[in-house]
């Protein structure tokens, strides 16, 4: 048999792929590529789990601040109780202004109020208790509170809303916490005040509303009567004119000249009547001995 005389067939090969490895500059350069984009892979992620954890504790943060301000309508308190009528109603655990019973007897009880700082502003309407201008002065001065303010600051809720009428010429402010609607009898206006939380002190951010001022109320004695229920300009006539008449029995203590009254409203609308604390007040003098 013979042999074929030509050549086995040979597969040539191009040089660029020959199957030698390629420079290690060329295998550095892949590596720290794949290395970058590895990197970039694992920050993104990291990233994701970073926000998503942050997400979690802010959430969780708002929901235990949520809870907690909850809690304060959800418990209230309640003050010391002369009978069964103050004995169903209850306030909200929010700072209030700081006070000390002198005296208490069936009809009402004399307190001693420490000083406080208020927002204010004039009420539309000729009317105390009108849910309308209610509803205005009360939005003013909740924006004030919440960040409407020099500082962009919000600032804790306190209890309860003080509704006042004064005389004309004004004496200074009475009484205590968050809302106050004060009448100025010969204008025929009402002044709706809010009380300033006391960590502040004198320090309170400055409104950016020019309808809302900030004022000092002095330190003062009051006769209190406690109530339950919705309020009325009607209502507020006649027990200021059933205390004004208590009063003129007390031994010890007589309304002060020019005394105009107040009303103290604890509880957010949602509560029920009976529950309500209400709280008229007028501001007395010891009498001469």
Known sequence: MSRSIYPSPVTLVPKSMATERPPSSVVATRRTTAANN??????????????????????????ADL??????????????????????????????????????????????????????????????FDLNGASQSFNVLAEYLFGKNTLNETMEMTTP???RKIQSEGVAMDMTTPVITKKLEDEDKWKMSFVMPSKYGSKLPLPKNSAVTIKEVPGRTVAVVAFSGFV????????ESRLRNSLKNDSQYKVKSGASVEVAQYNPPFTLPFTRRNEISLEVERKQE
């Open 161 to 163: 809303v003080l509704t």
């Open 38 to 63: 590895m990197s970039a892979l694992e920050a993104r992620v990291s990233l994701i789990f970073a926000l998503a954890s942050q997400t979690t504790s802010v959430s969780q943060r708002l929901l």
């Open 232 to 239: 009325s300009d009607e209502d507020v006539i006649r027990r």
């Open 67 to 128: 809870a907690t301000e909850t809690a304060k309508y959800v418990f209230p308190k309640r003050f010391e109780s002369r009978n069964l009528e103050e004995a169903l109603m209850s306030v909200p655990d929010l700072e209030t202004v700081r006070f000390k019973v002198l005296t208490r007897n069936d009809q009402y009880e004399i307190r001693e109020l420490e000083p406080y700082f208020v927002a204010e502003t004039t009420m539309p309407g000729k009317y105390g």
